[in-house]
């Protein structure tokens, strides 16, 4: 406590350092305080004062580093005149981190819980960028556009494309099976699809268990889901929400009609009349499932038959969803978007060109007793479009590609996974 007293003398006047070591005892250096005359209680009052001012001067205020878990908020742009609702789950708010990961899990076929190279499949095998993330009418592997599982089951359904998943609020996949609202709460949103995918006889045909130790024995992969989830343990459901986050970005807003919205552009006059077309019950009568200019996402997200057939046999239509016989033979209406590249069209690939779709609708239409209300044509068997107008409307349709989206870096595979 001397050598304490002696270090703390250059903060102190030299007559109290002088009082102040005197109080631990007589013949030091500085000699002895006459107490004399004072009341015998203020030695102890002075050593609790210098004590308290030894506790002051030589505590040092101990540095705290925040390791709390704090990832970056991602900045989800909603394009002009798009809607503004979107589907974002509370317990999976969009990050930068997540999407990382998501990007990275998308692109590898190790999600499969396989490393050998004949065994890899990932979410990228069946969801091509240049399609619009559909397979494709030529896919080098799945002829003719329909996906098969890692043992070679065919999916029950063709693709819907990836486009603006964000804005469907009412289900997902063709028969919308996957909703909010399910009493199976492993079914509800886009983070499900990943268990879903890897147990699948017609996908992954994998094991939950095997997937996630693959992923968790991957260098890289730990300090990616700290960095997203606050946890360097690989689960299904992290893995899934990184993927559904990946999933939400993939925004198409930059077609020539998004262009022509926001006053950059004019349609020629085929366009423009392929438009009028689009928009009205007289023409082709597209905008009650589809959309328009006050719903630029072209798709109503809806069910409809649309009236391909007259007998029913597909057990996975809307039917067995909502078990309404309104609902027999019907299906979601997909985005219009991008249609020059997610050929073959309908849920069961029948069309394998735009024109094929054309001329269903047309003169083919084919009634039910379960016929959508909304298609106001079936008594003349289609829209009964001449041959200039029928080439209009294809033009106007055509205005929906969006290039961009097909190119963009952010959406595309990865440079390197994390292991690399």
Not at 167 to 193: A, K, Q, T
Not at 288 to 306: A, D
Request: proline share 7%.
């Amino acid at each position: 406590m001397v050598e304490v007293a002696f270090r703390t003398r250059q903060h102190m006047s030299e007559i109290e350092a002088k009082k102040a070591i005197n109080l631990f005892g007589r013949g030091n250096p500085y000699g002895h305080v006459n107490w004399s005359g004072t009341n015998p209680f203020l030695p102890v009052v002075y050593g609790a004062l210098f004590l308290l001012m030894i506790f002051i001067t030589s505590c040092k205020k101990e540095k705290t580093t925040d390791t709390a878990f704090s990832p970056t908020p991602y900045d989800l742009t909603i394009p002009k005149y798009f809607p503004t609702q979107l589907n974002i789950p509370p317990d999976n708010p969009m990050t930068v981190e997540g999407v990382t990961l998501g990007r990275y899990l998308f692109y590898d076929g190790r999600i499969s819980g396989r490393d050998h190279p004949d065994s890899l499949m990932s979410c990228a095998t069946c969801h091509l960028q240049s399609r619009s993330f559909e397979c494709g009418i030529d896919h080098p592997k799945y002829t003719g556009g329909h996906p098969f599982g890692i043992t070679g089951i065919l999916t029950p359904h063709y693709m819907v494309p990836l486009i603006n998943l964000v804005w469907i609020n009412n289900g997902y996949l063709w028969n919308g099976s996957v909703y909010e609202e399910n009493v199976n709460p492993n079914m509800r949103n886009l983070e499900d699809f990943t268990w879903m995918a890897i147990l699948s006889s017609h996908e992954m045909n994998s094991d939950t268990d095997r997937t996630k130790a693959l992923i968790q024995q991957t260098k890289g992969y730990p300090d990616l889901f700290k960095k997203a989830f606050g946890s360097e343990t690989v689960t299904i459901k992290n893995m899934g929400r990184a993927i559904a986050q990946f999933l939400r970005t993939l925004v198409s807003s930059d077609s020539k009609f998004d262009c022509y919205l926001r006053g950059e552009v004019q349609l020629n006059q085929n366009e423009l009349r392929g438009y009028v077309l689009f928009m009205t019950e007289q023409g082709a009568d597209c905008f009650h499932c589809h959309g328009g200019e006050g719903n630029p996402l072209f798709t109503t997200s809806l069910f409809y038959n649309n009236g391909k057939d007259s007998l029913f046999t597909d057990p996975r239509d809307r039917f067995s969803v909502t078990n309404n016989p309104g609902d027999i033979g019907a299906y979601k209406a997909p985005t219009l978007r991008n249609l020059v590249f997610t050929a073959p069209y309908m849920h069961d690939g029948r069309f394998k060109t735009l024109d094929e779709v054309l001329d269903f609708y047309n003169t083919k239409l084919i009634w039910s007793p379960s016929i959508s209300t909304l298609m106001h044509h079936i008594g003349n068997h289609g829209i009964c479009l001449t041959p200039p107008e029928l080439s209009d409307l294809k033009t106007f349709l055509l205005t929906l590609t969006d290039s961009t989206f097909i190119t963009n870096p952010a959406y595309s595979r990865p440079l390197k996974f994390p292991d690399e």
